[in-house]
C-alpha cells in the first residue's frame, strides 16, 4: 500500500472539533482512504473510508483533498471515549488491498 | 448486531505447548483475517479465508502457526509448539467480502503469554 504521513500526536478540548491530518502524495486512482482508531487494550475501530467524494457516518466525517493526495478526518464533538490512535490506510483494490497495514497514526488526547 | 467475538481474551501458557485461539465472526461476512500486534507494534497480517476459497496463508511466520475456517463460519487459530516470541495479541477480523473498499470489523483479540 502507498505511504500516509500523519501527525505523531494531536490534543483537543472535550466537546470542540478535531481535524486528523493524513498526507498521501503517492495515492494510485483506485486507492481507498480508511480511517481506522485503536482505544488501548482493545481491537482497532472502522471508523469511515472513502474514494473520491467527502463522506459522513454517524462517528464522523472525511474530506477528501480534490487530488486526492491529502485527507482529513473530522471529528464533529471530541468526548473522552475518542482519545485513541488513529490510523489513516491507503487500500488497493486489488488482492494487496485485503490485508490492513497500519502506520504510526496519530495519538489523540482529549482534555476535560 | 453483534460483533467479532474472540476467545478466549486472554492465554498464559507455557513454552512449548500448542495453543488455539477462536473467532466468531460477523454473521454474514464471507472474509475472516487473523492479525497479531506485539507490545507496541503495528498490525501484522497472518492469514485471511475468502468464502470456500483457499486461504491466503501468506503472513503466516512459521509453519508452526495454522489456521482452520469450518462452514464458512467459526476460524481457529493454532500455534504448535509455542515460544516466547509468540506472545502478542492475537486480532481477528471479518468483512462482507474481500476488496479494498471493505471496512474490516475487529474483535477485541486474544492476549497471549507465553513464559
Known amino acids: 500500500d502507498a505511504k500516509t504521513t500523519q501527525p505523531n500526536s494531536m490534543e483537543s478540548n472535550e466537546e470542540e472539533p478535531v481535524h486528523l491530518p493524513c498526507n498521501h502524495s503517492t495515492i494510485s486512482g483506485t486507492d481507498y482512504i480508511h480511517w481506522y482508531r485503536q482505544l488501548p487494550s482493545q481491537g482497532p475501530e472502522y471508523v469511515i473510508h472513502g474514494l473520491t467524494s467527502n463522506v459522513n457516518n454517524r462517528m464522523a466525517s472525511l474530506a477528501i483533498a480534490e487530488d486526492r493526495k491529502s485527507s482529513t478526518l473530522i471529528l464533529h464533538r471530541a468526548t473522552l471515549r475518542d482519545a485513541a490512535v488513529y490510523y489513516c490506510?491507503?487500500?488497493?483494490?486489488?488482492?494487496?488491498?485485503?490485508?490492513?497495514?497500519f502506520g504510526g497514526g496519530t495519538r489523540l488526547m482529549v482534555k476535560p | 448486531g453483534a460483533g467479532v467475538s474472540q476467545s478466549p481474551s486472554n492465554k498464559v501458557t507455557e513454552k512449548g505447548k500448542d495453543v488455539e485461539l477462536r473467532c466468531d465472526p460477523i454473521?454474514?461476512?464471507?472474509?475472516l483475517y487473523w492479525y497479531r500486534q506485539s507490545l507496541g507494534q503495528g498490525l501484522e497480517f497472518l492469514i485471511y479465508?475468502?468464502?470456500?476459497?483457499?486461504?491466503?496463508k501468506s503472513g503466516l511466520p512459521s509453519d508452526r502457526f495454522s489456521a482452520e475456517r469450518t462452514g464458512g463460519s467459526v476460524s481457529t487459530l493454532t500455534i504448535q509448539r509455542t515460544q516466547q516470541e509468540d506472545s502478542a495479541v492475537y486480532l481477528c477480523a471479518s468483512s462482507q467480502m474481500l476488496g479494498g473498499g471493505q471496512p474490516q470489523h475487529f474483535g477485541d483479540g486474544t492476549r497471549l503469554s507465553i513464559l
Open positions: 490506510i491507503l487500500r488497493a483494490n486489488n488482492n494487496a488491498g485485503n490485508m490492513l497495514t
Open positions: 479465508f475468502q468464502g470456500n476459497s483457499a486461504p491466503d
Open positions: 454473521s454474514g461476512h464471507t472474509a
